[in-house]
Structures are given as C-alpha cells and as structure tokens.
C-alpha cells in the first residue's frame, strides 16, 4: 500500500506553495506548522537540499472525530503535507494518505474520517494541475 497522495506540477516551487496552502484553505484545512526543511537541513547539518516545505494541515471538525474514534491518533495529526522542488519549473506535492491510519491502528471506526480527509486532500492536490 503506498502511504502518499501526490502530484507533480509544472509550476516552480513558490507559486506552488502558495497555491497548496490555497487548495488546502479550499478544503476546509488550516495549516498548523510549517517546517522548512532545507532552511533547518541548511542551519544544522549544514546540507544543501532542493527547497521542501512540510505544512501540517488540520480540518478540526475531521480531527475530532479522529481522536473520538481512537484517542491516541494525535500520534499522526496534523496530517502532513510536502511541497518540493523538482526542478526550477517542477514541483512535487504530497500528502499522506489518510487511509494509512486506519492501517496503523488497525481501527475500523476510522474509517469515516479517513474516507473524508483523503477526498478532501486528493481534490486539493488535484486542484494544483489545473
């Protein structure tokens, strides 16, 4: 089972960033965090990676029925979206695949939620090749 959702756009990496973080507020999700991973890569250990921002995206109303369902799925909130730089004019969007929850924790009652965030997810990313 893959554990992502992904697309690749033909844009560079700053409009495709904003455009995630649009497509996301699109679909009912905030973003919580951002990590820029190559800025920190960047600060300690001194690396050099194409740009990679990791946004944790968070649809409260699906968040609560998440931890209603299994308490201990804080563990994999917010739900955890990448943007990378491909190339000057390619950029990789991906998310995890909600259904990797229910996997995990082997809880049906998840079922719903997850159904939901992956759907809401994929027409965000989906939104980005347009």
């Known amino acids: 089972m893959s554990y992502a959702l992904s697309t690749t756009v033909n844009q ?3 409009p ?20 820029d ?12 990676i194409p740009a990679q921002v ?8 699906l968040a609560y029925a ?6 201990s799925i804080g563990l994999l909130l917010p739900c955890n ?3 990378r730089s491909i190339d000057d004019d390619t950029t990789l969007v ?4 909600p259904k990797v ?14 159904a939901d965030a992956r759907e809401r997810l994929t027409a965000a990313l989906n939104s980005l090749t347009v």
């Open 12 to 14: 560079p990496f700053a």
């Open 16 to 35: 495709t960033l904003d455009a995630t973080r649009s497509a996301l507020a699109d679909q009912g999700f905030g973003v919580l965090t951002e990590i």
């Open 37 to 48: 991973l190559a800025a920190t890569l960047k600060a300690k250990p001194d690396a050099d």
């Open 54 to 61: 990791i946004l944790g995206a968070c649809r409260p109303p």
């Open 66 to 71: 998440a931890v209603q369902a299994e308490p």
């Open 81 to 83: 979206v990448v943007v």
């Open 94 to 97: 991906e998310a995890m695949d």
């Open 101 to 114: 929850m229910v996997t995990m924790t082997r809880n049906e009652n998840l079922t719903d939620v997850t």
